[in-house]
Structure formats: C-alpha cells, structure tokens
C-alpha cells in the first residue's frame, strides 16, 4: 500500500470507527469491561434511595446528618490486540480482505478503549511476533495502531496462534483484556489458550470469509495455499468436490468451537462481507447481562 493509500485508508476507519464507538460501542463497552476498583471521591448528603451500605457514618455523626461517600472508578485498563498477519489474512472473495476486516475490528476496539481512558497495546504475528506496540492512551497512537495492521511488515507467512499467547503471557504480567483477531486456521492451541485465559481475559474474534463455507461452482480451478504457497487444481463442478470441501471446514468450525466452549471462552465470528459492529454490539450487550 503506497504512502498515500495508507492514509486515506487510515483516515477513513478513524471515521467510521469513531462514529461507531460514539453511537453505539462506547457504552457497551464500558458496561462490559469494569475497571479494577473504586476510589473514594467526595462526601454529599444522604438522598432518599441511596444505598445504606455507603453512609458515612463518622461524617453523619459530626454534622447531625447523614452523609453517603461517593465513589470514581478506577479505569486504567490494559487492552491487547493480538492480530494474525499471516499469508491466509489477505485472502478475500468479495467486500474486503481477512486483514481489512481485521482492522476495521481493532478500529472499533481501541477508540472504544481510548473513549474509556483505557490503554491499548499491539502484538501483530504470523509464527513469530513481527510487531509489538506497547500498552498506551491517545488517538495519535490508535492511528499508529491501525497503519500497523493495515500495512503489517512481516517477514513470514505462516501462522502460530501459540506464539502470540505465549508473548502475551511472557509480557503482561498485569491482567489485560485480549482481543485475539485470526481466522484460527491453526492447530494445537488450546494449551496456550488455556494458560493466556487464566491470566487475562481472552476474547476470540474469528475472521471468516463467505467462500470458505462452499465453494461455487466455478469449473476448473487452480487454489493457491497462501501460506505454503502450494498450488492446488480444484474441479469445482463437480459437487461431491464442494461437498467435501463444505463438510470439512464445517468441521474445523465446530472443532474450534468445541476448545472454545471447553475453555468456557466467549467467541465472535465476523463475516468478511457482513456488518462488524453488531456483532460486537451483541457481544457486549450479553456480557453484560451476566451476573
């Protein structure tokens, strides 16, 4: 992406997300992700349906009435964005890319965290780390957080979600809420998300694209592995070929989900070519219905 693309394209999600995040995600979001305690603040006169357990009962009894304490939230939360910059992320059959998508997803994420005084930090990975921006507030470090995605300088093409969890693990000492956007066409994860979730709050977003549900029927057709770089001829007229194909990744799908609900991790799947904010707008809406 030459210089000037990268700006307009970073300028146009600072747009859309900032009116998505003050429409609709901001709120959401600060419902959902409490920070890590209450500070006290100040004193004021008691109020029919105030809460008895926060009198002050020292105040109450110096002035002859009664007073509450009243109370800040203590914020200063750790975002991660963990974001899967493997060969599989450029792939994309019709609206936009895995990558695009995947930034527009941390778009709506960190202005959503800067909105709430909240710190953002970076680990962009393919089977190593190739980007790590630290933890820190500010629209101008969000705008550096979005060109890192969009325009990711990688050295590799293949993918470890297993790297990323163990960097996140081996960095942050401090529980974070860990955003971990990929297609998750990996393998042999479930440990490191099993150990990064003890310590942090983990939340999958999983980048799907319509075409690896089925495939159309498009005659003869010469599949590259983005990763391996294998060419592939597929005859994609023939519909027992698109069966197998549907049935398989419907598989991998569901093996997916099956870690997941084991981990008890909540998940999010993002259709490439579907709306982005509902979803997380659902997600946020059911968190905080929980006890």
């Known amino acids: 992406m030459l210089p000037g693309e990268l700006f307009k394209a970073v300028r146009h999600l600072e747009i859309v997300a900032r009116r998505a995040v003050n429409d609709h995600l901001a709120g959401q979001y600060h419902s959902v992700f409490k920070g890590r305690g209450m500070d006290f603040l ?15 009962w020292n105040v109450s009894a110096r002035t002859s009435e009664l007073h509450v304490k009243q109370f800040t939230e203590e914020r200063e939360l750790t ?22 998508t995947a930034a527009e997803l941390a778009a709506l994420i960190a202005f959503s965290a800067i909105a709430n ?4 930090g970076l680990i962009i990975f393919t089977d190593e780390v190739e980007v790590f921006l630290p933890p820190r507030k500010g629209k101008k470090h969000v705008l550096r957080v979005i060109k890192e995605i969009l325009a ?26 860990s955003f971990l956007i990929s297609d998750f066409l990996d393998a042999d994860y479930e440990r490191s998300l099993k150990i990064a979730n003890r310590r942090h709050e983990l939340i999958p977003l999983v980048v ?3 075409m690896e549900r089925r495939i159309p029927e498009m005659g003869l057709v010469h599949f590259e592995d983005p990763e391996s770089g294998q060419i592939i001829p597929v005859d994609t007229s023939s519909s027992a070929v698109r069966e197998a194909f549907a049935a398989h990744m419907s598989r991998v799908r569901r093996d997916q989900q099956r870690i997941f609900n084991k981990l008890r991790i909540d998940s999010v799947t993002i259709d490439t070519e ?13 968190r905080a219905r929980r006890p």
Not at 42 to 56: L, N, S, T
Not at 117 to 120: A, C, E, K, M, P
Not at 274 to 286: A, E, S
């Open 42 to 56: 100040d004193v004021r006169a008691y109020q029919p349906g105030d809460d008895i357990r926060v009198i002050d």
């Open 152 to 177: 990711p300088r990688v050295e590799r093409r293949k993918t470890s979600i297993n790297t990323a969890l163990e960097y996140l693990t081996r960095i942050s000492r401090k529980r974070s809420i």
């Open 274 to 286: 579907g709306n982005h904010i509902d979803p997380l707008v659902r997600y946020f809406k059911q």
């Open 79 to 100: 975002v991660f964005l963990l974001v899967d910059a493997s060969a599989s992320q450029s792939f994309g059959t019709r609206h936009r890319r895995k990558q695009e």
């Open 208 to 210: 799907v694209d319509p």
């Open 117 to 120: 005084n909240d710190r953002v």
